[in-house]
């Protein structure tokens, strides 16, 4: 099992354009989750969902967009880049419910926009 | 809402010694605590983790402490090894929702030889 894949792993954009980022799972797992990484503020969750067409906000959704058309496959949009969301983004899945199991990630996708 | 605070920031150690890191929530009633940890052009991934229902769990070198009173948990790592230079996250889930979970700000932890 490949586990949680994410593509690319790297991107340059520049200010304005647009790009998705794919997060793909093999583990039939219900939830999934986007998270961005920046330098000491640890992992902020930007959207995540529940299950096959359902999608909810996180704590800084704004200038993301997310969809959940297959179970396997989270996609997250940015529709017009900015230099703030340069940063490393993480897909992370699990079975059900975040109480007493723990998320899985994946390696993460580098996007620097200029 | 759930508040994780994550302490110290950054920490070296020498090659043999201990290691702690120590994070606090504020939710009361959150019961599941994960440590991950993050190896350089890598993911977070799962090392230890704790219920609320016991008070201490080790494998191997690692250990996890647990204190619901003072609402803190901690990660221990004896004996260190180079291997053991990552950042570390800990984590927690505010009881309210059973969808999200709160990481602390990271541990950049530096074995030194």
């Known amino acids: 099992n490949a586990g949680v894949t994410q593509t690319p792993k790297f991107r340059v954009l520049k200010t304005g354009q647009s790009m998705t980022l794919l997060c793909a799972q093999d583990?039939?797992?219900?939830?999934m989750y986007w998270y961005r990484q920046d330098p000491g503020m640890g992992l902020r969750l930007i959207h995540y969902s529940v299950g096959e067409g359902t999608t909810a906000k996180g704590e800084v959704p704004d200038g993301y967009n997310v969809s959940r058309l297959k179970k396997q496959n989270f996609l997250l949009g940015l529709e017009s880049a900015a230099p703030s969301q340069t940063s490393v983004y993480f897909c992370?899945?699990?079975?059900?419910?975040?109480?007493?199991?723990?998320?899985?990630f994946g390696d993460g996708t580098r996007l620097s926009i200029l | 809402g759930e508040n994780v605070e994550q302490h110290p920031s950054t920490l070296s150690v020498q090659e043999g010694d201990s290691a702690v890191i120590k994070c606090t929530y504020s939710d009361s009633a959150s019961n599941y605590f994960p440590w991950y940890k993050q190896e350089l052009g890598k993911g977070p991934q799962l090392i230890i983790d704790?219920?609320?229902?016991?008070g201490e769990k080790k494998d191997q070198r690692i250990a996890v402490t647990l204190n619901k009173t003072a609402k803190h948990f901690s990660l221990h790592i004896t004996e260190t090894q180079p291997e053991d230079s990552a950042v570390y996250f800990c984590?927690?889930?505010?009881?309210?929702?059973?969808?999200?979970?709160?990481f602390g700000s990271g541990t950049r932890l530096s074995i030194r030889p």
């Open positions: 583990m039939n797992h219900e939830y």
């Open positions: 992370a899945s699990i079975p059900r419910g975040v109480r007493n199991q723990p998320q899985h």
């Open positions: 704790i219920r609320s229902n016991v």
């Open positions: 984590a927690a889930p505010p009881y309210s929702s059973a969808s999200k979970i709160i």
